[in-house]
């Protein structure tokens, strides 16, 4: 990002369901850069080819034309769908190619792109998702790195369920990106517990027996209670924030953030008090 944008001297659109000409021929540099250094790095053509070939096969018929087959009639018609389709399309075109060249270089350039051009998205775990945070994504990260065992497993789903709703970008299903988030957490819990059904009381309190010198505080105990909610009839854990009518993109977000945190909280605390879950 330029002086000139980080200090408000020139505001920045922020690009959230659309996007400007700039930002799609800066992401169409990163897409064609990425291919030439696959023919650089491997000096194999046909590999190239088949990569166009996919990626050809990738766009919707409309915008096909008869010049598949050749390299620059493939990288035509490839451009011309990328320039002419939905915002969306494009994010879609950029995970595509991610299954076919899965480059860390290729992510980093998209990522600076993104936030050079004030895009609320970034490329995470293979998906392009509303979250900009390098402090969000770290979280997310490690929860998902941490977890292990067959109940963790578990965890481990709820949460990836939550990450792969959270990348739909036409129609996200954000209170269930709440709810997977929220049954990670209790998944943790049953685990720490090792009964079939546990909340945040017993979680505590069995990490505390476990380990006289653990010191929870009681205020630190409170907020979490506060932010994961109480207890349903059914015994599960419940947030506030599905009680709010249409919870929105910064609802879902700060939920698997904040859920993705607490398990890995809760794992180290509970590899602390001597409980295996690895």
Known sequence: MRFSSRQNF??????????????????????????DEVHKLLGDIKFVFQILSHLRAFLKPSKSSATAGTKGGDVQAIKRYFFSC??????????????LIP??????????????????YRFLKGKIVPIHSKTDMLAIETALNEIGTENSKIAQRH????????????????EMVIRMSIKAVEAICIEIVDAP????????????????????????????????GYTSDDGS???????????????AVFMLVA????????IAKASKAGINLM
């Open 259 to 266: 859920c993705s945190g607490f398990v890995s909280y809760l």
């Open 237 to 251: 854990i419940h947030s506030p924030l599905l009680d709010a009518a249409n919870p929105d993109v910064e609802d």
């Open 159 to 174: 949460l990836e369920t939550a990450f792969h709703l959270l990348a739909e970008k036409q129609a996200p299903d954000y």
């Open 86 to 99: 939905e915002w969306y399309d494009v994010y879609n075109m950029l995970e595509y190619t991610y299954t």
């Open 103 to 120: 480059s860390a270089w290729f992510v980093e350039r998209c990522n600076e792109v993104f936030a050079e051009h004030a895009s609320t």
């Open 197 to 228: 059904k546990a909340n945040l009381d017993e979680t505590f309190k069995k990490l505390s027996a476990e380990n006289r010198q653990l010191k929870m505080p009681r205020q630190l105990k409170a907020a979490f209670k506060k932010l994961y």
């Open 10 to 35: 020139v505001q920045q659109r922020v690009q959230n369901g659309n996007m400007s000409d700039g930002f799609r021929r800066a992401l169409w540099n990163i897409l064609t850069l990425s291919i």
